[in-house]
């Protein structure tokens, strides 16, 4: 699970980017876009995360 405090404050604004984008796109294929590269920023967080915790295991 990837919670707030295993963010920085660069992705977190990062995140908070893709969902503006999101909300402003003007066509649904724009949308499925960007939130389709939220989701994966979002993928990546969680496993650098998750290798972070099994390294210090």
Known sequence: MLLSH???VEQRQQIK?????????KTLDER?????????FVERLFIE???????EQ
């Open 6 to 8: 295993h963010v920085t």
């Open 17 to 25: 980017r893709f969902k503006q984008q999101i909300q402003d796109a």
């Open 32 to 40: 499925r876009l960007y939130q389709a590269q939220l989701n994966k």
């Open 49 to 55: 995360n998750r290798l972070q915790r099994s390294g």
